[in-house]
């Protein structure tokens, strides 16, 4: 059903039937240039058919009249203009295989097929994919997807198929005909086993590390779960909008110190005092009111035998944690100041975070 901006606006049937060819190619996502090849118009008619388009049906740009192809059933999912026999560049071809779409979340956001990157679009766009990449388990509905990218201000009109659709057409798999999204009543979801994303290795990898842990192989469990770690780019999703993303953006740097300190506890506990502080220097320096990184610092500096800047850091912390949260340190910062001022053997051994 048309939205209520599309009811206000001229519909199609004011349009020429070359125009509406020409409108219902571009909702499929062509350039000018293959339009042109689609409906053998030399490209400058395409531009000059499509700045007419606008003024008539009273539209802002392009991705408005994208927009309004589907509103006014112009275009439907999955049925474009037939461009087979057209040269596809090679660039873009995808061989026929069993090899998976991969997805990064874990940095900014990024997909690849057979090794070659995916444009998948503007930033509103690309956070929907973000989110079917982060609910890959189950379902998630278009009001889940409204409500997560777009919060309080909804867009005024239907977007959410339009993006589906250009994301099902850049994330295909095997002869270029299967996507990796599937649509039911319900909403749309990743096809399970068709898509590896870096955050459910990531995942794999830290259950491997518990493994080795408990297994006594303390070596094996720092190098896999540095391993976990290595799969973080910069900041999670960066730059992408929406009240779902923040949400998750921050539970993935989460995500990511509670490993590093899971790592660097270990490495304690293997008698790397002096690598260790290097790392919780660092973590300290970005993260300056962290108790528990605060607390960890203090005791690999006081097991590497630096007991007078164990407690300059405590020193420090408790400084600003008065002046910018105006609260005391934790009974954790405490107690481990305690101990050091007992001496550095009395009860520091490591233990998980």
Known sequence: MPTTAAL??????????????????????LTDGEVAGVLALPEHAVDVHLRRILVKLQLRDRAAAIVHAFDCGLVVPGRGPRVAARPVPRAVVRRASDRRVRISVLGPLRASYDGQPVDLGHLRQQAVLAALALCRDRTVSKDELLDGIWGMEPPLTKVVPVYIYRLRKVLQTGNGTESVIRHD????????????????????????????????ELAEAVRVHAQALGLFGSEPLAGLPG???????????????????????LQLRLGRHSETVGELWALATAQPLDEPVAAMLMRALCLSGR???????????????????????????????????????????????
């Open 8 to 29: 206000d606006r001229p519909t199609a049937t004011e349009l020429t039937g070359q125009e509406r060819e020409v409108l219902r190619a571009v909702g499929c996502g």
């Open 185 to 216: 009543r319900c909403g749309y979801r990743l096809v399970p086993g068709a898509v590896e994303v870096d955050e459910a290795r990531m995942e794999e990898l830290v259950t491997a590390a518990g493994a080795a842990e408990r297994a006594g």
């Open 243 to 265: 009240p779902f993303v923040e949400l998750e953006r921050l539970r993935l740097a989460e995500r990511r110190t509670g490993l590093l300190l899971r790592k660097l506890d």
């Open 307 to 353: 007991q007078a800047d164990a407690l300059s850091v405590f020193e420090r912390t408790r400084r600003r944690l008065a002046d910018e949260l105006g609260v005391p340190p934790s009974r954790l910062l405490q107690r481990t100041h305690q101990t050091i001022m007992r001496g550095c053997d009395a009860g520091l051994a490591p233990t998980a975070p």
